[in-house]
């Protein structure tokens, strides 16, 4: 009995537990009932402006606290980091704002390890030099900040290649000068004398690391200047903000329309200039809203959250799943009853598959002998270190196929390709066919003459993977293709 793959469709979706493969919510529900949370704990030491802010050479030294939160009984030895900065203009707040406690706690009990960060306050609000300093030394700070869990990697559990920045307000400042304002000659002149505040990273701690976060949720923030943002700035960032604000613009302006501080950049702008170099982006800009529009003032829910507040996290929840996550995805071919699988999944070291008929494999190219004739769902899930997840599943179908010597014959070459791929039509009649991408639209329909090459261009094509269906009057097959940068 021959069998032949007649049907292939891909579904994207989470998937629920089931059967043999190990799927978890983590990171995207809470899955730990409790956390601990590590109070206080010093992340530096640096000079701080002295009330009220007249003299910059006026200052006394300050230990730099930050409050860590961990899912209680949490065995996993690498987990990916969320650093909360708070609002407040550089002249109030703290580490206990409650959105910033809000977003540590939420996210803790979803697998990550969360802190909430207080910084160095205090600006002369009549100065534009003040102004640019404050900001300075907050982008120290939470740089000196990144450098201490770096450094604690092993105490904490943490997975130095995915600590990401959340800030609002003065704290989105810190998060998106840290992303944008990464090297010293981008240092602003106000910060070199009366007194010099020192590199990037030369205030806090000696902690021999760098800084830099791996992404952002930047809330209602303002950047220096949108030039600061190059082609290699690649870091993900997520943007939140309401387009009446008046507190930081949405567009370009000066905080509180105050004329003493420097007009900046705010997230309407910082977003033009990101989609404009193809940067990572996402953002959530809500027409006719202002300040802190989750109903804060400050940090602080005067009445309780509002409705934007699970809008706002569960977008949080979302983009930071998808930068550590694995992305799932695979091809198969198929002889008889025989399929063979291959992966195409990034950042994965883990693969569990699900046949659809009762068998399962860890291997990362599986081959399986099904048994029966009929239709079957195929689920891969990969994973990595940080238990981070993803699924994708096709459905095959198995029917009473042709004999051997009646397949029409076609190859494909070079696969996989960047510019061009060759159709070679070895059979005695006309070949009529199809090119479809994963989603399943035609990308291309052409007829190939018996015992003819085609020459095909794919410099058009997206990169990613194809699907070649042939016909002609002895049958119909499929081939795959992938499309390279």
Request: hydrophobic share 35%; aromatic share 12%; charged share 20%.
């Amino acid at each position: 009995m021959k069998y032949k793959l007649v049907t292939l469709v891909f579904l994207f979706a989470s998937i629920s537990l089931m059967g043999q493969i190990p799927y978890n919510n983590r990171y995207t529900s809470p899955v730990f009932d409790n956390i601990e949370i590590n109070t206080d704990v010093i992340y530096g030491n640096a000079p701080r402006l002295l009330f009220p802010y007249l003299l910059e050479s006026l200052t006394v030294d300050e230990n730099l606290l930050m409050d860590i939160y961990q899912p209680l009984g949490d065995t996993l030895s690498k987990r990916p980091v969320l650093l909360c900065v708070h609002s407040g203009a550089f002249l109030t707040g703290s580490k206990l704002a409650e959105d910033m406690v809000a977003f540590c706690d939420s996210m803790a009990h979803r697998g990550y390890v969360t802190a909430s960060i207080d910084y160095r306050l205090g600006m002369n609000p009549l100065s534009s030099e003040s102004a640019i300093r404050a900001v300075y030394r907050g982008l120290q700070d939470g740089r000196s900040a990144i450098r201490f869990l770096k450094e604690n990697r092993n105490v904490y559990n943490i997975d130095t290649n995915n600590i990401y920045m959340l800030g609002s307000s003065a704290g989105s400042f810190v998060g998106l000068h840290n992303i944008f304002l990464d090297t010293e000659d981008e240092r602003p002149p106000e910060t070199y004398s009366n007194p010099d505040l020192g590199c990037l990273d030369c205030s806090g701690n000696n902690y021999s690391h760098l800084g830099k976060s791996n992404g952002l949720v930047g809330l209602w923030g303002s950047l220096q200047d949108t030039i600061l943002i190059v082609e290699t700035d690649t870091i993900p960032v997520l943007l939140v903000h309401g387009t009446d604000d008046d507190v930081v613009p949405f567009g370009y302006g000066a905080a509180f329309g105050n004329p003493a501080f420097p007009a900046s950049y705010g997230s309407e702008l910082i977003a033009e200039r990101i989609e404009n170099l193809g940067g990572k982006l996402e953002k959530y800009f809500v027409l006719g809203v202002g300040h802190e529009f989750y109903g804060t003032s400050n940090g602080n829910w005067p009445v309780g959250p509002n409705e934007y507040w699970d809008t706002v996290f569960n977008k949080t929840v979302t983009f930071s799943h998808l930068i550590h996550r694995p992305s799932a995805g695979f091809y198969l071919e198929q002889f008889e009853n025989n399929v063979s699988f291959y992966d195409q999944s990034q950042k994965a070291n883990n693969w569990y598959w699900d046949f659809g008929d009762g068998n399962y494999s860890m291997e990362q190219n599986p081959t399986h002998s099904y048994d029966n004739l009929g239709t079957y769902n195929i689920i891969q899930f990969v994973s990595n270190d940080l238990n981070s997840w993803d699924t994708v599943s096709a459905t095959i179908s198995l029917t009473v196929g042709i004999n051997e010597d009646q397949k029409p014959i076609l190859t494909i070459y070079p696969n996989p390709t960047q510019t061009d791929i060759f159709i070679q039509n070895y059979d005695s009649e006309p070949m009529n066919v199809t090119i479809f991408n994963i989603q399943g639209l035609i990308i291309n329909e052409i007829q190939i003459p018996a015992k003819r090459t085609h020459k095909l261009s794919v410099v058009e094509y997206l990169p990613g993977v194809y699907f070649l269906k042939y016909r002609n009057t002895r049958g119909v097959a499929t081939k795959m293709f992938s499309k390279i940068r």
